[in-house]
């Protein structure tokens, strides 16, 4: 491995070790929402949790118009984008690839839980959040250190949906 992916394979599993410490923490110490004991009362709890994870992906659209407002870049032909505006535009693009898988597997997942074990969304939100945050960031500082963030949101999101295809299958 050259020193690039070894920085990027360092930052991936430090991601998704974080990421994992954090769900299990959260859901260990959030209490159960009240109200859930019905599989609606799941699923509408599950979609007000996917209002909070697209914020990263509404603040980085943000982010990219006001960019493209303040810059030649306003027209999009021009391709006149500084380095702030692209990887911004990248992280939009990868953010609205994650906020779709982790609205299926979240909108699934909620129906295979039962009203104590539905804090698990909420776990998985945080982390999603501040997992997309942490990208965010670590785009902005270095390209390669977008691993943190990139691993723990696809890690994240694998494993709610491997959990739901688990429940499915057994």
């Known amino acids: 491995m050259n020193k690039d992916q070894k920085t990027v394979a360092i930052g991936a599993a430090g991601g998704?070790?974080?990421?994992?410490?954090?769900?299990?923490?959260?859901f260990q110490l959030l209490p159960a929402p009240a109200g859930m004991e019905y599989v609606i009362a799941r699923i509408i709890f599950t979609l007000w949790m996917n209002v909070l994870a697209i914020l990263p992906l509404f603040a980085g659209t943000a982010a990219?118009?006001?960019?493209?407002?303040?810059t030649d870049a306003i027209d999009p032909l021009r391709h006149a984008e500084n380095r702030a505006i692209e990887i911004d535009s990248w992280f939009v693009d990868n953010t609205l690839q994650q906020n779709v898988i982790f609205f299926v597997g979240t909108m699934a997942l909620s129906t295979l839980l039962d009203a104590e074990s539905v804090k698990f969304i909420l776990a998985l939100t945080i982390a999603f959040i501040l997992a997309r945050i942490v990208f965010w960031i670590g785009f902005r500082i270095n390209p390669l250190y977008r691993a943190p963030g990139m691993a723990?949101?696809?890690?994240l999101n694998l494993g709610t949906l491997l959990s739901v295809l688990y429940c499915l299958v057994f």
């Open 16 to 26: 998704v070790i974080g990421m994992i410490a954090l769900v299990v923490l959260l």
């Open 152 to 155: 723990a949101t696809a890690y």
């Open 64 to 70: 990219v118009a006001n960019g493209r407002f303040m």
